[in-house]
């Protein structure tokens, strides 16, 4: 039996009253939602002939009333509905994704769709793999899982507190990660380090020894021992002013020496941890770009690194630090007067909550101004970035207007955080000080009593205010740490995420590769259960050109991707020169693999970096050459800088067409064994392109080509030609065998004629 | 304005449906079509050449489509007007302008089918939302009882329809609906604004 998901004893139960035994169930799986889109639990049986959808709840009910047990209770499953499909008539079994919802429908034996249950998006993924054992079933009689499959799903509820992982494969649930685990893989970071960051403890802890000491010096010892006339040191006003210019001077070192140490290993360290984030990201495969927000990912790197050097180098040390100080001091006004010491924190408990509460409504007033700046700047760039459509529909007044909305919300936002802090905070500073005020009267009384002397007084004052002084970091202190957590976490995350396609450990160094490329049999997925490639089997000869035609989105690209091994393919395998892709060396694969895609990407730099991207050695005049045969030459030459015209952000701005020019040299001068033209011409006028084609067409001579295109003019001269639809290859052939045919190819063919002898053209 | 909306109308090749031209039905919870078409627009190429396999009359100008599907052209502000109608493979067949067009007597099976699609809960209270590490967790109050969610980047997840209409999104790619924000209560309100 396969079990998606567990039913408990009382659904067997109730399905037991149906007549139904549970040896004959081979699959069991659950939505969230049942076929008159109640929310429930419907659970989804199957037997070797039958589909049962058993909806409802479970709720427990007392039972029987019994004189001597009366607490016995139990768990019934109380039925909503119940529906039975004959398997044998249903087949095509689909997951129908609605707005919010999705459906699980099948098609009977007349071909009429029948509708099993309705689900939540939270089911979806259990339901794909129902269907998948479903088709098992039918086609064996019985279900199984597969050896590599032993984890049947990505568990999705922490099974500490029940709470759903925000990510099924991260299986991190942020409530009960183990915050020493994530501290001590990050600090192993700063082992390196220990050696700055012992000295900044040290210098912290002279710093508050200097700190208690101070006080004492300037004002307990000077008033009782210097000015008062029982003093021991009566009128030794030099010796006492040595000694606090000498404490303040030591301190004044101590302040210099350690702010210039922390700046220095603040730049190295963050420095270096945005390096290994970095790296680490790099080395990782692009399906972990894909599923992520690449900018998002850019401000991690960076704030992370900031934030996690915050928080051990800064916030942990003055953390400790000022708890050993903040113990100390206490001792010492408890050594003083406890009474008085009582006093001077009675009103401390307040403060801290008022404090805690104050940070929370801050936080709010925080986060609401930062939404609304971030409004504004969106739309500020969106604005700027489309001044032309602006212009063009004459819209300025109303954008100036739009951004005069948001920038009022904004100043708003502002005021009110400005406010809130000008207003709240001094008065809790004020509640504070009430604290002052009863150990001032209380504490004068006593020295006017003469149970305490004046020096006294003035110290215990200044410890006072010493150990009040860190309240309002304590306070904040857990969210900032949740922050810091919250970076690590990231960090760890992505150092340990595994590339999807990895080298294999020995690879195949393959020096002198003839060029054949065979698919056989590929199936290929992005998201689970959703094929975009599906059973696709060509090869291309050594020398020869193949062109691969489809509509848009019909999976040419990621055949590509796959040759290239952004990806790997699910089924099947793709062989070079016989040698499976997954066996060949990294190196020799991308050298001998060469791709001009769609997205032409230019990294800001000269126009030359950007060609000798691919070769950093070649020579300027091959540089020349390259860019002649993509038919780039030509327009970079009437450029005032010609190669070296800095292009990317804020520099000069080149078209489609040009870009792809580059790009397409950029490629050239790889001089590949296998160049892939993912239309890779297609923002370039008909002109240009046969020019292109024509230069290409010399350097493609004993090269194997594959070429990608919806203009069916771009593959005019290829030996071969397979046609994507839907990620099926439903035909291959030459031209005319495909003309011939009478099929898909036929019919892009004829459109594309039709529409030149629309324009005068004859085709 | 107006002469150039009539010239837009007068070259757009868009079938519409009303009461004369089509017949809804359901069978088997899902909906059925059958379309009286033109001959004109048939003999165009535009319909007939894409929707072959369902068509069950040999009339020309009659269609039969044992399953059509229904999507909004303007799913918040319209809901009853705008509706595409296509066909299993995707295709659009036709418009409906405005339900009002069609047959009285047919508008509930669409309504019905729409309501089935676009289907999502209705937040009424919001019990609890607590945001840790970048996700949020909610637990809230709808027309068909309490759900548990989370959502992960919470900002970008809350969708502003309009300036009291949102959208949540979960991680599942489920919404929740929240029609009115006025129409919550105030500690509910105060779990949202945040996000406003």
Known sequence: MVLINKAPPEVWRALENKGIVESDILLVSKCDMNRDGVWCDCWLFATAGEILCLAGSSAIVPTQYRLRDKRKIATEFKEISYDCFILSELSDFKVEELISTCRLVAKDKDGVFVLLTYMTNASKEDTHLFIKYINQIKEKGTAEVAEDEKELKAEKYCPKCGNRYADAERKICPKCMDKGKIVKRTSEFFVKYRFFIGIMVLLLVISSALGVISPYVSSGFYYDQVLNTAGEFYGELLLVLGIILVTRLLSLLNQVFSGVISTSIAAKVVYDLKKVIFSAIERLSISFFTGRQTGGLMTQVNNDANTIYWFFCDAVPYYLVNIVQIAALFIIMIIMDPFLTLLALITVPVVFLMIKWLFEYMGQLHAKRFGRSRALNSTLSDVLTGVRVVKAFSKEKEEIKRFNTQSVALAKAERNMQYFSHTAFPFAGFMLYISNIIVWGVGGWMVITGKMTYGMLVTFIAYMAMIQNPMFFFVDMMNMASDAFNAMQRLIEVMDAIPDVVEKENPVYFDNLQGRVEFKHIVFSYVKNRKVIDDVTFDVQPGEKLGIVGHTGAGKSTLANLLIRLYDVDEGEILIDGINIKDLAFRDLRNNVAIVSQETYLFAGTIAENIKYARPDASNLEIIEAAKIAGAHEFIIKLPDSYETKIGFGYKDLSGGERQRISIARAVLRDPKILIMDEATAAMDTETERRIQGALERLTVGRTTIMIAHRLSTLRDADKLIVIENGKMPESGTHLELINKKGLYFKLYKLQVEALRNIGIEG | ?196
Do not use: C
Request: aromatic letters at 10%; glycine letters at 2%.
């Open chain 2, 1 to 196: 304005m107006a002469d150039n909306k009539k010239s837009l109308s007068d070259i757009v090749d868009i079938i519409y449906l009303n009461a004369e031209n089509a017949v809804f039905e359901p069978k088997n919870d899902f909906l059925t079509l059958k379309i009286k078409l033109p001959v004109t627009v048939s003999e165009t190429g535009q319909i007939s050449e894409e929707v072959t396999e369902e068509q069950t009359g040999e009339d020309k100008t009659e269609k039969q489509y044992d399953r059509v599907f229904l999507h909004r052209a303007f799913p918040f502000e319209e809901k009853l007007s705008y509706i595409s109608v296509s066909d299993k493979d995707a295709n659009e067949i036709a418009l409906i302008k405005n339900i009002d067009d069609i047959h009285e007597d047919q508008r509930k099976y669409i309504i019905d089918e729409l309501d089935r699609k676009y289907y999502s809960p209705e937040i009424k209270k919001i019990l609890s939302m607590k945001e840790r590490f970048g996700f949020s967790y909610w637990k809230v109050l709808t027309d068909t009882g309490e759900h548990t969610f989370t959502i992960q980047d919470t900002y970008r997840n809350i969708h502003k329809i309009s300036m009291t209409h949102v959208f949540l999104t979960d991680v599942d790619g489920n919404r929740y609906d929240i029609p009115d924000l006025e129409a919550l209560d105030h500690k509910s309100y105060k779990k949202i604004e945040l996000y406003m």
